[in-house]
């Protein structure tokens, strides 16, 4: 039964929506970079393209299958929602990403290994203090260089800084001294790999070699003249590419400190879970980590059993992190990875890390821009089409409903405000842009909305025919309306949700803005619409059939009237 029209109050129902439009723009105009234009897709506004290149240890081809492994984790990496409109490519033996708008960074970022591991740090340095004790004694220049557990004799050298990992190119692993090796078949890395008829891959092969054997050796001797040797302020070639198993010599991620390391104790493998948290105790934010039951109980025995000692993270054969361990941490609790992160960087990796590591490790190209595939007269169709949709479906309840057409015009235009401020803010928080798919679902949720408010006025329609006013009619038209209403949203939300999971691509976009604006369609009609039609069924004048054009309808309830009054002096007679 319908409630009462005491109880209906629906000035409160306007000035809730109009809180959440409030709260909404506030966000808009107040967080994040404050703008207040949405993000669009690659094929509306462009993108930056990098093409990334597999590098392989032994130089050969990469497999197809670690190819769609790759394409696969990075596409969850960037794309994990399936909203932001990135694209990632096999071609041949490379991987093309294209991502909206002109951020290069982001789209390098994307190729990032992200291999983990957890290694024991057996001594240190700072680039700085090596350089200056290298410029004062340079016959000694890692005299200086502690390695717990190892000696420290002065490195061979000659006098020169030698090229990081130039030293051991043509020599054995196992050899200490650094005498050149006048006549090689090895290519140097900075050289032409095909003026030899060796193709890149083989050079990349040699170069991550040269890498592991100066700088993953287990010889003291060697680890230190890499130590005195490694130049951080250059691209990695063993990026992504050190053997767990063996010790390792690693800048930090800043460039600043170099790390004398032992083997992994944990592979990246284990990590459960990432996310990105803001320590307010110390003002900075942090990667929190979660590992599965085989690496917590290593971490556990690790940490008791070391505690003032330093383990050190390290991505991409890079240190992100070293802390000093302050006490045993318990089986099953999660465990921090600090640095200078920011809040966007410190999300970016723990979103990395969570989906895991790529099979291969990859050389990114040059970034090159993309130009829009459909471009801006398409959004403008787009845009044209919209506004056709909604001005015809003004022109049909203006004409069939009269003054009520207006309260839809107004609930659209409402609704469309708060549409376009949750557009930015989901552009600007997971990554949302709006491409062509999208702007389909949401013209498709104009017609949506439209829907329901049909649905409304027909239900006040047919309790009218049932010989109630116009104030009568409307609560109790709502009481049955509203089922109808939430019964086909639902509806609509299971389509979309299904649509969602099952679909790819662009596709994933129209099935998440058809999703949202069934879900707004519910909140304006039940925060708008209804609340303004109760407010119209008040007044003395929306309640004029020449006003809100129930005129008819009235008649057909009067004509009701007198047929079954005839009817019943006809049954009494």
Known sequence: MAPSTGTVHPVRYLALFGVLVVALYALVFFTGDKSATPKLGIDLQGGTRVTLTARTPDG???????????????????NG???????????GDNLVITVPGDDSAQARSLGQTARLYIR???????????????????????????????????????????????PFLAQDPTTPEATPAPETTTPAPTGDASSDGTDEGDAAAAEIAAARALRQSSDPTVQQQAVANLDCSVADP?????????????????????????PSIIDGQEIADASSVFNSQQSRHEISLSFKTSGSNTWAEFTSANIGKQAAFTLDSKVVSAPTIQGATPAGSATSITGSFTADSAKELANTLKYGSLPLSFAASEAETVSATLGLASLQAALIAGAVGLV??????????????????????????????????????????????????LIIGIGMTADSFVVFFERIKDEMREGRSFRSAVPRGWARARRTILSGNAVSFIAAAVLYVLAVGQVRGFAFTLGLTTILDVIVVFLVTWPLVSMASRSAFWSKPSVNGLGAVQEVARERKVAAAASAKETRA
């Open 392 to 441: 015809l479906v003004l022109l049909y309840c203006l004409v069939y409903y009269r003054m009520l057409g207006v309260l839809t015009a107004l609930s659209l235009i409402l609704s469309g405000v708060m549409v376009y401020a949750i557009m930015v803010l989901l552009g600007r928080y997971i990554g949302f842009t709006l491409d062509l798919a999208g702007m389909a679902g």
């Open 238 to 262: 063993l990026r992504g590419n050190d053997d767990p198993t063996l010790p390792l010599v690693a800048c930090s991620q800043d460039g600043l400190n170099i790390y004398l390391l032992g």
């Open 120 to 166: 024991p740090v057996t001594g240190s340095i700072d680039v700085a203090t090596r350089d200056a004790s290298r410029t004062a004694t340079p016959e000694t220049p890692a005299a200086e260089t502690p390695a717990t557990g190892a000696p420290a004799p002065e490195a061979p050298t000659d006098g020169t800084q030698t090229p990081q990992n130039r």
């Open 81 to 91: 929602l399936g909203v932001s409109g990135s694209e990632v490519v096999v071609d």
């Open 60 to 78: 050969s081809a990469p497999s197809q299958d670690s190819l769609k492994q790759a394409q696969e984790i990075i596409e969850t990496r960037v």
